[in-house]
């Protein structure tokens, strides 16, 4: 028996003497790396004004127009590319009716950019976007994901002062008299940062 307590005993103090070797004092160090933020940038187009471009015109008949002016911006922190897009209420007055879209470049726009019969007249400083019948659909670039012919391209916080002129063309016919129609303009725009 006591040859068994002496045994326990040593195996016991043979463990003590282990454990009391890997708890010894040792050097050590930690580095820590922070500051991985990861952020997303954002996407944001604004018009103004936000609904009407030119003044309601009542009573028209032919060789009368209307003229107005919007500022289109990028409001958010990524370059975006937008297009224009149009929808009307009367399809037989807004495809007896001319449209011109143009991007201003001097301190106003070069108005009346239609001639009484509906053709269009030369510009002195703005850049044409679009000239053609108001009731098509598609009038500058494509809403459709990707870089497409006539989408506008704006940096951020940039701006584009656009001028927007409708006719109805002296040669208008009696088919439209009575018509009363209103045109929406969409702008659709999406990133072109890893979007080609």
């Not at 454990?19 to 820590?32: G, I, Q, R, Y």
């Amino acid at each position: 028996m006591v040859r068994k307590l002496i045994g326990t005993v040593v195996i016991m103090g043979a463990m003590a003497a282990m454990l009391s070797l890997s708890v010894l004092a040792v050097f050590t160090d930690s580095d820590a790396v922070g500051t991985n933020s990861f952020a997303t940038g954002s996407l944001s187009l604004t018009t103004s004004p936000t609904s009407t471009i030119w003044t309601a015109v009542t009573a028209a008949v032919p060789g009368d127009k209307a003229t107005g002016t919007l500022t289109v911006t990028n409001a958010g922190t990524l370059s975006l590319r937008y297009a224009v897009s149009g929808t009307n209420t009367d399809a037989t007055l807004s495809a007896g009716m001319n449209l011109r879209i143009g991007l201003k470049g001097g301190a106003g726009c070069d108005f009346p950019y239609h001639n009484d019969n509906g053709t269009t007249t030369s510009l002195t400083d703005d850049t044409q976007l679009y000239a053609g019948l108001l009731n098509v659909a598609l009038l500058m670039g494509s809403s459709a994901q990707g870089d497409d012919a006539g989408d506008r391209t704006l940096a951020a916080s940039a701006t584009d002062d656009l001028c927007f002129a409708v006719v109805l063309p002296d040669t208008a016919t009696n088919s439209v008299a009575g018509l009363s129609n209103t045109t929406t303009f969409t702008f659709d725009s999406e990133q072109t940062v890893n979007n080609p």
